[in-house]
């Protein structure tokens, strides 16, 4: 080979290793080594390519440098994650957030089937839904059936329930299963205390609209204005005769 050519060769490789160094992630160039490292990297770039998070697969090296796992422990797992991030992004749909596709890859871990993750994207159109992932893939943990985890959860994302309410009421129920309680049982009875509460709170036939009171038809009719009370003759079902005298005032009234 002509020496010009070898050159050649050496300075492209020598500039891809510099450019490849100048990209990759100083967190992972202080965690791993050069070989484990230059793996991680290309299956982040290969996210990348396809518009995945890249952080997850970062945070997922960096958990396995803390661990001190071993090199091909932590490509395999960096690269299985990548795998469960594209998977739940074909289920939950390219608008999904970051927190929805860790959460539906966590699902997936969980032995979750994606179809599931469909069917609760699907409960409520415009809700995001990385918490309930979330709580869906914590029940499972709890040996929640799935069905019945889906079932809970996608009742509450349906009944408009808050982040908050749905990690509280995973709380409630992993408590029952540690008190002894089966855990479909406490996933289903916590579910349904929280639909109930949900619902309670919903005005019926349309009630706390502005200046409209609910009639028994199911139909609003207007309130009165201000204060929204009635007039007092009108509270008291009593109409005053339109001859009847007036009262004077206080003041004009004779003391006996």
Do not use: C, W
């Not at 299956?43 to 697969?57: K, T």
């Not at 009742?155 to 808050?162: D, F, M, N």
């Not at 009639?215 to 009719?221: F, Y």
């Amino acid at each position: 080979m002509d020496a010009r050519v070898r050159s050649a060769i050496v300075a492209i490789a020598l500039l891809s290793t510099t450019l490849s160094a100048q990209t990759t992630d100083p967190r992972l160039a202080n965690k791993l080594d050069a070989r484990t490292r230059t793996a991680v990297v290309a299956i982040i770039d290969s996210a990348r390519a396809i518009d995945l998070p890249a952080e997850p697969l970062i945070d997922k090296a960096l958990e396995g440098a803390a661990k001190r796992a071993n090199s091909q422990q932590i490509i395999a797992a960096v690269r299985t994650f990548a795998s469960q991030l594209s998977d739940a992004r074909r289920a939950l749909g390219r608008n999904s957030t970051e927190g929805e596709l860790v959460g539906g890859a966590q699902a997936i871990r969980a032995g979750i089937p994606v179809h599931h993750l469909e069917k609760l994207r699907s409960v409520r159109a415009g809700s995001r839904i990385a918490s309930a992932l979330t709580v869906v893939s914590d029940l499972v943990a709890r040996e929640v059936p799935i069905d019945t985890a889906i079932a809970v959860v996608s009742g509450l994302v349906r009944a408009a329930a808050t982040d908050d309410q749905l990690l509280a009421v995973r709380a409630d129920i992993e408590t029952d299963i540690l008190a002894g309680k089966p855990p479909a049982v406490a996933a289903s009875s916590r579910g349904h205390a929280l639909e109930q509460t949900l619902a309670a709170s919903v005005p019926p036939n349309g009630a706390g609209s502005s200046g409209a009171l609910p009639s028994p038809s199911g139909t609003n009719r207007a309130g009165d204005q201000g204060t929204g009370l009635k007039p007092p003759s009108a509270a008291s079902g009593r109409v005053a005769p339109a001859d009847a005298p007036s009262k004077p005032p206080v003041s004009q009234r004779k003391r006996p």
